[in-house]
Structure formats: C-alpha cells, structure tokens
C-alpha cells in the first residue's frame, strides 16, 4: 500500500475532525424529533440519562460524567429544574457541594425514554452491534486525547 500523497492528507474528505463535526451534527439532528415528545434538547437527555443512573449527585460528579465543566453543566441543570424534572439543594453532609436530584416527574420520564436508543438505532438503519463497534472506536479516540 503506498503511502498518502500530501494532496490527499489535506482533502477536505479525508479529515477526522469534518467526519466527527458532520457525524456530531446529524446525530443531534437525528435525537431531535425523538427527544421534542419527551420535552428535551440532547444535551438535558444526556443530563437526564447520568442522572437515571445515579441521583442524587453534585454538580461537580455530574458535570465530570458528561465531559464538560460544571459552568457549563449549570445552566442545563437549571432548565431541568424549571421544567420540574430535577432539583437542586445543598448537600446535608456538605454545604458547599450542590446536588442535583430527580424529582418524581423527572424519575417517571425514564419510562418514556427507554424505547430512544431503538427509535435512533431505526432511524439509523444500524443493529446494536454496529451502533457498539463506532461508540466503542469513538470512546477510544476520545480517551487517547489528553487535555
């Protein structure tokens, strides 16, 4: 096999950063219709599914698990709490810590949202195995980068 010509290196085509914004982009697109029944962006599904796993938590455990700071965690949070999905309260062993809770709304909602993965998997046109092999080939790159 011979090696890339330069030209080719610099085709547009041929990036992993236009092929990873144009895949992040379409799959927002394709969560959008899925998610507006449930009343919810991607970013506060995302929100939502950490919490389904485990609530109550801080801000902080929160925002680490979704990969972002807790600055930008926080208005996601907010909007949750507004909408009556969450609440958050200080922690009664640490009155410096905010934790973030589901509220009963916000617990009932899981049971709306289990059939999501399958409807994107349907719009997809891709199995679970499939769906697995390009997570677990992104959740690769995105631990090999450090910041």
């Given at each position: 096999?011979?090696?890339?010509?330069?030209?080719?290196?610099?085709?547009?085509?041929?990036?992993?950063?236009?092929?990873?914004?144009?895949?992040?982009?379409?799959?927002?697109?394709?969560?959008?219709?899925?998610?507006?029944?449930?009343?919810?962006?991607?970013?506060?599904?995302?929100?939502?599914?950490?919490?389904?796993?485990?609530?109550?938590?801080?801000?902080?455990?929160?925002?680490?698990?979704?990969?972002?700071d807790p600055a930008t965690a926080s208005p996601l949070v907010k909007r949750l709490e507004a909408d009556g999905l969450i609440e958050r309260g200080r922690s009664a062993s640490d009155e410096r810590?905010?934790?973030?809770?589901?509220?009963?709304?916000?617990?009932?909602?899981?049971?709306?949202?289990?059939?999501?993965?399958?409807?994107?998997?349907?719009?997809?046109?891709?199995?679970?195995?499939?769906?697995?092999?390009?997570?677990?080939?992104?959740?690769?790159?995105?631990?090999?980068?450090?910041?």
């Open positions: 096999m011979t090696p890339p010509t330069t030209d080719e290196l610099l085709r547009l085509d041929n990036q992993l950063c236009f092929a990873l914004v144009t895949a992040a982009r379409n799959v927002v697109a394709i969560y959008r219709p899925i998610l507006e029944p449930l009343g919810l962006t991607h970013p506060q599904y995302l929100v939502m599914l950490a919490l389904w796993e485990q609530s109550p938590r801080s801000l902080r455990d929160l925002a680490t698990a979704l990969a972002m810590r905010l934790d973030i809770a589901l509220t009963p709304r916000g617990t009932a909602l899981r049971a709306r949202a289990i059939d999501v993965p399958r409807q994107v998997m349907a719009r997809l046109g891709m199995t679970i195995a499939e769906v697995e092999s390009v997570r677990d080939g992104l959740m690769r790159f995105a631990g090999a980068v450090e910041l």
